[in-house]
């Protein structure tokens, strides 16, 4: 089991950058593939972007390719999210998911662990 921990959000400019950070706990962390998740008022989750254990494999969901980075620090038990180019649009509160991986990573689909989400807010 893991469980994880956000931060990194805030309230940014359009045009502006963030990066999202996400802690998890437990000694497998490398067993995990790991995701980002983001719910805007109103609307359902949905899928952001997502890492394999090792990091050789990200995928994105095209409202964010080529802004949105994904990386993750298995040293560190830890997963980030750098959003540059940053679009009202992109207001949500956004949230870390894990699950047990040997090899890449689902664009959605189900995810076991989930973090308690951290907002961002971008400004026009």
């Known amino acids: 089991q893991v469980q994880l921990v956000e931060s990194g959000g805030g309230l940014v400019q359009a045009g502006g950058s963030l990066r999202l950070s996400c802690a998890a706990s437990?000694?497998?962390?490398?067993?995990?593939?790991m995701g980002w998740f983001r719910q805007a008022p109103g609307k359902e989750r949905a899928f952001v972007t997502c890492i394999s254990w090792n990091g050789g494999i990200t995928n994105y969901a095209d409202s964010v390719k080529g802004r949105f980075t994904i990386s993750r620090d298995n040293a560190k038990n830890t997963v980030y999210l750098q959003m540059n180019s940053l679009k009202p649009e992109d207001t949500a509160v956004y949230y870390c998911?894990?699950?047990?991986?040997?090899?890449?990573?689902?664009?959605?689909?189900?995810?076991?662990?989930w973090g308690q989400g951290t907002q961002v807010t971008v400004s026009s």
């Open positions: 998911a894990a699950y047990l991986a040997a090899y890449g990573c689902r664009v959605g689909g189900t995810y076991n662990y």
């Open positions: 437990g000694r497998t962390f490398t067993s995990y593939a």
